[in-house]
């Protein structure tokens, strides 16, 4: 089955204990990007890959690094997470950056994430 | 730059009746356009999407949604809601050019469908 998958779903933790969240779609996608979705603002990119080792930032970067050694992952990592990094976060995929027909982008089910 | 509106943050509406979910958007140059729905704890599903040709655009679900380029609209609709409609819809654009497939979405609408 076609997916794109987050792990874990949910986690607590604590002002400035390091934490990654895993990312893994099975499509052979080129793209893949972040997002954190907050209550009255929608989904926001914080950061995009358009192929391994090619990652930017999106509008919310500050406070997120990523990396992209294999086609397939694209972890999300919260080096000192603070609690204004409460927020619900999808990771996204699709074929490839441009061209019509491969826009569409597939979503994760999102990891809830609380900082206390 | 681009930016998306959604009109009604929340719509309750009861079963059998219609419903028309209200978009505009913002943009300097040539933009597809999507609807997604997300369901209760659950992650973001594509409902239907506006490349080019046909302004009126059929997804799944029983949704369509029409896109006017004049008054840079793409309303939702569905001529008879359901129960298990109920979630919070999504409206998106992505410019043609940029080099990369960055959505642009709005702030979402809850749609409550009663009994």
């Known amino acids: 089955e076609a997916q794109v998958t987050q792990n874990p779903r949910y986690l607590i933790t604590v002002t400035g204990k390091k934490l990654t969240v895993t990312c893994s779609q099975n499509?052979?996608?080129?793209?893949m990007s972040w997002y954190r979705q907050d209550p009255g603002l929608g989904l926001r990119q914080i950061y995009y890959?358009?192929?391994?080792?090619?990652?930017d930032k999106g509008d919310v970067p500050e406070g997120y690094k990523v990396s992209r050694k294999e086609k397939r992952n694209f972890p999300l990592i919260l080096e000192s997470p603070s609690p204004n990094q409460t927020s619900l976060y999808f990771c996204?995929?699709?074929?490839?950056?441009?061209?019509?027909?491969?826009?569409?982008?597939?979503f994760g089910p999102g990891t809830r994430l609380t900082v206390l | 730059a681009q930016s998306v509106t959604q009109l009604d943050s929340q719509v309750p509406v009861f079963e059998e009746a219609p419903v028309e979910l209200r978009c505009n958007y913002s943009?300097?140059?040539?933009?597809?356009l999507f609807w997604y729905v997300q369901y209760p704890n659950q992650g973001l599903q594509l409902l239907l999407k506006?490349?080019?040709?046909?302004?009126l655009v059929k997804g799944i679900n029983g949704f369509e949604a029409e896109f006017n380029k004049s008054q840079t609209s793409f309303h939702l609709r569905k001529p008879s809601v359901h129960i298990s409609d109920t979630a919070e819809y999504f409206c998106?654009?992505?410019?043609?050019?940029?080099?990369?497939?960055?959505?642009?979405f709005g702030a979402g609408t809850r749609l409550a469908v009663h009994p």
């Open positions: 996204a995929s699709s074929l490839t950056s441009g061209g019509r027909a491969q826009v569409a982008q597939y």
């Open positions: 499509m052979n996608h080129e793209y």
């Open positions: 890959s358009m192929n391994v080792e090619v990652t």
């Open positions: 943009s300097s140059v040539s933009v597809y």
């Open positions: 506006y490349l080019s040709g046909s302004t």
């Open positions: 998106a654009v992505k410019p043609f050019s940029g080099g990369y497939n960055k959505l642009i």
